[in-house]
């Protein structure tokens, strides 16, 4: 019998998605496991946004087999279950940080004693305490941004989806964040989704999924990526593999010719 | 529906206004001043000002709480938060319901200075109980939330939010009988007047002026207005959608 934490966190299977009259997401097949970090990696405008955008269950037009814990992507019962931060901060300007979490708090209907405590350690977390008064339109563009992963933290998620969390952040708050990411994955078994850009931060996931123009074109783990691209990076390996694809592309288009 | 996340809905409405008191300032204040305007353009023709005065009454909040409430959810679809709300185990129904009470709040502060000062102040002669002209002008409020909710749905930035204000406020303001009554209209006018909700809310704040007595026709008027503006904000809860392109 399959153990029910066997079971991956999301599931896709054939994961087509639409925008405008473009086929963004072409026919994507993969796993998120529990308990672990899944990068996704990709150039801009290969789909990252969209495929955690149908995750969480606010894309339209999305066909083919999309499950996370077992029921269908965007189902109701999910939606307490999954933290969210869009890659633009998502929070009232006009409110301050501490406000803003107090009210999606009361939204993810977290009792208010119990709510008082995850606040506190949600700015501890994002290293915000010192500006929890502050009205977030006065904060800076990585305060900000920090203020919108704090709302992703509330409620204790069991699957957290992070659109480039650390962008515009310097290194050691970009190492303390990773290290708080590590400890939810294994302390909690959350299984934690994370886009970025910055390829150091892919040599920090478990997994990580490459993409490029709505399809994935690796699924590993860093150090399989590395030995079997024979590269001392994971950046040189993305590089390898995308060139190999364009290649590929190219030698396809000719031989049509 | 769940009454927890409505209000806190509407307490974070309310919050993100207390941060613009400049904002609340015009929004409590403006009517009463154009009163007071008003008062001095009808320098003693008493009826006139009565009527015009109780007109208006039906028009401000209107005006007011669409202009607020069509910015506030345009805001909230393109910074994201609307997304991440609706990820979130909030009902739409919970949101809607949760902004609408807090500009019921506001507007029924709002009424209530500027007909306290009409009838106090100015010496406005009302037949019926103020109170009433408070019910009218609450429904009226809640009718331009429900207005402005749902053209946000139609507007991509606040630029064009404004301009739905002349597009659907101006037509009921010049046909709602305030400027020509409107059964001297010419007949396709009046038709149209007859179906412009802000008409309803007009008329019944001259039934207060006139009838000591609550009649059928204020009962009929704010059945209207509060019927259509329900009406609108189930429109506006469809345009509200969990999955965007
Ligand atoms: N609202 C939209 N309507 C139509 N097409 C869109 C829309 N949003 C994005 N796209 C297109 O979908 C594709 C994937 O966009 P997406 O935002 O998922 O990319 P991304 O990988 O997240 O990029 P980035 O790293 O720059 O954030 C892009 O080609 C983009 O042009
Ligand atoms: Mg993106």
């Known amino acids: 019998m399959m153990n029910l934490s066997d079971e991956p966190a999301i599931r896709a299977r054939g994961l087509r998605v639409i925008r405008g009259s473009r086929q963004v997401l072409d026919g994507l097949d993969f796993d998120v496991p529990r308990g672990q970090i899944t990068g996704l990696l990709g150039p801009s405008g290969c789909g990252k946004s969209t495929l955690m955008r149908a995750v969480v269950g606010t894309q339209a037009k999305v066909t083919g087999d999309l499950t996370v814990f077992g029921e269908p992507a965007g189902s109701a019962p999910l939606r307490s279950r999954i933290g969210y931060v869009t890659q633009a901060a998502s929070v009232y300007r006009d409110l301050t940080a501490r406000q803003n979490l107090e009210y999606f708090a009361a939204i993810l209907g977290i009792p208010r004693k119990e709510a008082r405590t995850q606040v506190e350690q949600a700015l501890a977390d994002v290293d915000l305490t010192d500006h929890a008064e502050a009205l977030t339109a006065n904060l800076s563009g990585g305060q900000l941004s920090r203020v919108s992963l704090a709302v992703a933290l509330l409620g204790a998620p069991e699957l957290l989806v992070l659109d480039e969390p650390t962008v515009g952040l310097d290194p050691v708050l970009r190492r303390d964040l990773w290290n708080l990411f590590h400890r939810i994955a294994s302390e909690r078994e959350a299984a934690i989704l994370v886009s970025s850009h910055v390829m150091d931060e892919a040599e920090r996931c478990h997994r990580l999924l490459l993409m490029r123009s709505g399809r994935i074109i690796a699924d590993d783990d860093p150090d399989a990526l590395r030995v079997r691209m024979g590269t001392a990076t994971v950046e040189e390996a993305f590089l390898k593999i995308v060139d190999a694809e364009k290649a590929a592309e190219i030698e396809k288009g000719s031989a049509v010719q | ?245």
């Open chain 2, 1 to 245: 529906m769940n009454a927890t996340r409505t209000l806190a809905t509407t307490a974070r409405v309310l919050r993100q206004l207390r941060h613009d008191p400049r904002s609340i300032a015009m929004m409590l204040f403006v009517p009463a001043v154009m009163l007071v305007l008003l008062y001095w353009v009808f320098d003693g023709k008493e009826q006139q000002f009565n009527s015009t005065g109780a007109s208006l009454l039906g028009i401000f909040p209107l005006i007011t709480m669409f202009l607020v409430t069509s910015i506030a959810t345009l805001r909230e679809r393109t910074s994201g938060t609307l997304e991440r709300l609706l990820a979130m185990p909030l009902g739409k129904a919970d949101f809607i319901a949760g902004y609408a009470l807090a500009f019921a709040i506001l507007a029924i502060v709002q009424a209530a200075l500027a007909t306290g000062l009409a009838v106090w102040a100015l010496d406005m002669s009302v037949a019926g109980s103020p109170w009433l002209l408070l019910v009218v002008a609450l429904l009226d409020a809640l009718l331009g939330t429900a207005l402005g909710l749902f053209v946000s749905a139609f507007a991509t930035s606040e630029f064009q939010a404004v301009q739905f204000m002349p597009l659907v406020v101006l037509p009921q303001l010049l046909l709602c009988g305030l400027f020509a009554a409107r059964d001297t209209m010419q007949p396709v006018l009046e038709a149209i007047s007859n179906v412009l909700p802000m008409s309803y809310a007009v008329d019944a704040m001259n039934e207060v002026l006139r009838h000591t007595d609550v009649t059928g026709t204020f009962i009929r008027d704010c059945a209207i207005v509060a019927g259509v503006a329900l009406l609108v904000l189930a429109l506006g809860a469809a345009t509200l959608r969990r999955r965007t392109a």
